[in-house]
């Protein structure tokens, strides 16, 4: 079953388009790059002459998210539920997009983490830049890459990183 809410987001995103196309006095097809949250992955993927996206706050999968605020008896149900009804699984759309793109990933964010807002690590913007480097540089994503760069993406400070 398709996504209900992509149902609903992508009339959004076209209207967007044109309206934004009608203050530029082009094309919609014309518009090269989408700035959006999460829901540009789908977008991407309806407009093919999208050529370039800028990823907001975006997240891989919404079942983890979903499953931190929900209570451990309900895993089944929610994922279950999620996966019929909700599915906005962005890595996957991501990954087909063949263009560049730029993730901004937000500290302290207390939605799209799955333990607490200051651990940056759990920050589900990690796993979508992970998802996006292994589909697109499967030689460098090695075991040792997917370690070297969670490490990386897991610090906290500038002191960290080195």
Do not use: H
Not at 111 to 138: H, V, W
């Amino acid at each position: 079953m398709p996504c209900l809410f992509c149902n609903k987001e992508l009339p959004a995103c076209s209207i967007f388009s044109w309206r934004f196309s009608l203050s530029l006095k082009k094309k919609p097809e014309s518009i090269s790059v989408l700035f959006l949250f999460s829901t540009a992955t789908w977008a991407c993927m309806s407009y093919p002459d999208i050529s370039a996206l800028v990823l907001d706050a975006s997240f891989d999968d919404l079942v983890p998210l979903a499953l931190k605020v929900m209570p451990e008896s309900w895993r089944g149900l929610v994922t279950r539920t999620v996966r019929k009804y909700l599915n906005l699984n962005n890595a996957e759309q991501l990954c087909r997009f063949q263009g560049p793109v730029l993730l901004i990933r937000r500290t302290n964010d207390e939605i799209i983490t799955t333990t607490t807002p200051e651990d940056i690590a759990s920050n589900r913007g990690n796993d979508l830049l992970l998802c996006l480097l292994q589909s697109r540089y499967p030689n460098v994503m090695t075991e040792e890459g997917r370690r070297a760069v969670k490490m990386w993406l897991g610090a906290a400070t500038p002191e960290q990183e080195g």
